[in-house]
T-cell receptor, first 112, second 114 residues
Framework: TQLLEQSPQFLSIQEGENLTVYCNSS?????LQWYRQEPGEGPVLLVT?????EVKKLKRLTFQFGDARKDSSLHITAAQPGDTGLYLC????????????FGKGTLLTVNP | NAGVTQTPKFRILKIGQSMTLQCTQD?????MYWYRQDPGMGLKLIYY???????DKGEVPNGYNVSRSTTEDFPLRLELAAPSQTSVYFC?????????????FGDGTRLSIL
């Protein structure tokens, strides 16, 4: 069974601070996705990374896929209260397996 | 745009009762999924389907059944509800591709078994 470990599990910061959350595995993934989930709603896709070493930017969010495709990170610059939510990483192992493996998530609270 | 619609949003069941969680999508997606989300545990795959008439077990299928008679609908059936099935259930769909397409989620069904 492939596992994705996310850290930290909880993070509470003040508006304007920077933060990084991590998603690590001992397994290689063909691609990795990051989702954000707000209370009472389903997860929403933020980004998909597919190439080892790839870096993608989405406004103040920077996503990186590790060179060996076993880990990923999400960096938020100048966090805002609207960034509050549960951040989930999900890995796809490739082939005819249509399933994603989800991490347990990082619950981020940005205080005004 | 409706996307993925789940009903009901909330439900309380007694131990031993049965119910069906409904999921429908209007994006013509081939792939559909059922997950459960427990506090601090992320999303666990219950069942998935790659097209009408085709279903397969995920990580935690025991106590559940599914069917996929149409592209749009993917209901999840709970037989003999147990307290361990108290959870938030999410249905998702994705377009055809190599399996790394984005999954589109409904807003969930919050189920309590008492």
């Amino acid at each position: 069974t492939q596992l994705l470990e996310q850290s930290p599990q909880f993070l509470s910061i003040q508006e304007g601070e920077n933060l990084t959350v991590y998603c690590n595995s001992s397994s290689v993934f063909s691609s990795l996705q990051w989702y954000r989930q707000e209370p009472g709603e389903g997860p929403v896709l933020l980004v998909t990374v597919v190439t080892g070493g790839e870096v993608k930017k989405l406004k103040r969010l920077t996503f990186q896929f590790g060179d060996a495709r076993k880990d990923s990170s999400l960096h938020i610059t100048a966090a805002q209260p609207g960034d509050t939510g549960l951040y989930l990483c999900a890995g796809f192992s490739g082939g005819s397996n249509y399933k994603l493996t989800f991490g347990k998530g990082t619950l981020l609270t940005v205080n005004p | 745009n409706a996307g993925v619609t789940q009903t009901p949003k909330f439900r309380i069941l007694k131990i031993g009762q049965s119910m069906t969680l409904q999921c429908t999508q209007d994006m013509n997606h081939n792939y559909m999924y059922w997950y459960r989300q427990d506090p601090g545990m992320g999303l666990k795959l219950i069942y998935y389907s790659v097209g009408a008439g085709i279903t397969d077990k995920g990580e935690v299928p025991n106590g559940y059944n599914v069917s996929r008679s149409t592209t749009e609908d993917f209901p999840l059936r709970l037989e003999l509800a147990a307290p361990s099935q108290t959870s938030v259930y999410f249905c998702a769909s994705s377009p055809p591709g190599q399996g790394n397409q984005p999954q589109h989620f409904g807003d969930g069904t919050r189920l309590s078994i008492l």
